[in-house]
């Protein structure tokens, strides 16, 4: 580690701030610290003295972190900060209740009116039930990721490659209801050949509602998990050129 | 324009705003520059620390006043942020010049020696 890798090891841990920009903050000072020590050492000063002088002059108080804080800091963790600790915290329960309470209405108010969830039936609910979780988990990471500006890698990326995992789900999902809904009205065809073609095509009505909307939460899952992924791995690759900054003090490359 | 002086509230955040804003309109340049200039023109008296510095900058951008770069230092590769007044900037630097002097103009007859 250089000899300004504790410093601004101690200011990264210090400065709550979403990457890349408290990435940016640390090359800046990094840079800065480096550029004033080389200024101090061609007035004379000593490579000692130098380095002692331009950390001098970082000073980097609790207001000013504070200020950088809100400078940086998006427009909506700015108006969460204002409601204190507790209120986000009520306040973050409160819309994943009335999230949750939306989705099973809103989905329960469009199955008479919309053909597709209708004739999807049973079916709709099943898959439903398992895209469901998925889809409260995107929500859940996109607030982390931009409401509160989270940035540790590991806490973003757990559960991450569930929404993934839970899309893959829904759709092997609707292919078995599917795939079930024919077994059960080939049997019930064998058990009453007059009936055959009435349960063929509510066979074909139902189970290929249920197909269609799976696959529809299924893709609408994964490309919540791109967005996330992307995201995420901006964050991470903030970190890691911030650890590389914190061990050599020589900000080089990556995120600008 | 001329009716509009500085808050007193404000004169902190403002003194310094302007210092940084006036340092830039000399030439573009880093952060530590910046402080550097500050201070050797002002003799000492006004002394930027990077803590009084790096909000100001940083806020001055925000509001797209002082546009900030990214540059890469061709010997070491090391990258070094450097900053410009923008349009908008220049503009502001007029305006608030002539806020600060209006301030002055009306503040010594409050506080001089009646004679």
Known sequence: MNEYGSVLRSLSDRLDLPQPARSRVLIEVAADLADLEAVYI??????????????????????AIRELVRVHG???????????????????????VALLVFLVAGTRALLPSWGLLADAGRGLWVVSLVAIPGILLSITKGYALWGRD??????????????????????????????????????????????????????????????????????????????????????????????????????????R | MADRIVEPQELSRSANELLVMAALDRGAGHGYQLAL??????????????????????RLEERGLVAGSWSDDS?????????????????????????????????????????
């Open chain 1, 74 to 96: 998006s427009r909506l963790r700015r108006g969460l900060d204002r409601l204190g600790e507790t209120g986000r915290r009520r306040g973050e329960r409160l819309a994943l």
């Open chain 2, 37 to 58: 200039d500050v201070e050797e023109r002002s003799g000492g008296a006004f002394r930027f620390n990077h803590g009084t510095l790096y909000p100001i900058l940083h």
């Open chain 1, 150 to 255: 989270e940035y540790d890698p590991r806490k973003l990326r757990t559960g991450l490659d569930a929404i993934l995992a839970l899309g893959g789900l829904t759709a092997a999902t609707g292919l078995t209801l599917w795939w079930f809904g024919l077994r059960t009205a080939a049997e019930a065809s064998a058990q009453s050949p007059e009936l055959g073609p009435a349960y063929l095509i509510a066979w074909l009505t139902s189970g290929s509602a249920t197909v269609v909307v799976s696959f529809q939460l299924a893709i609408l899952l994964g490309m919540l998990w791109l967005i996330l992924a992307g995201r995420t791995a901006r964050v991470e690759r903030g970190e890691a050129e911030m650890l590389l900054i914190e061990e050599l003090g020589q900000p080089k490359g990556g995120e």
């Open chain 2, 75 to 115: 010997s070491g590769g090391r990258r070094r942020k450097s900053y410009a007044l923008t349009e908008n900037g220049r503009k502001h630097l007029v305006a608030e010049r002539e806020a600060w002097r209006e301030f002055f103009r009306r503040f010594w007859p409050m506080v001089e020696e009646d004679r």
């Open chain 1, 42 to 63: 061609d007035r004379g000063s000593t490579p000692e003295q130098a380095r002692e002088q331009a950390l001098e002059r970082l000073d980097l108080s609790d207001e």
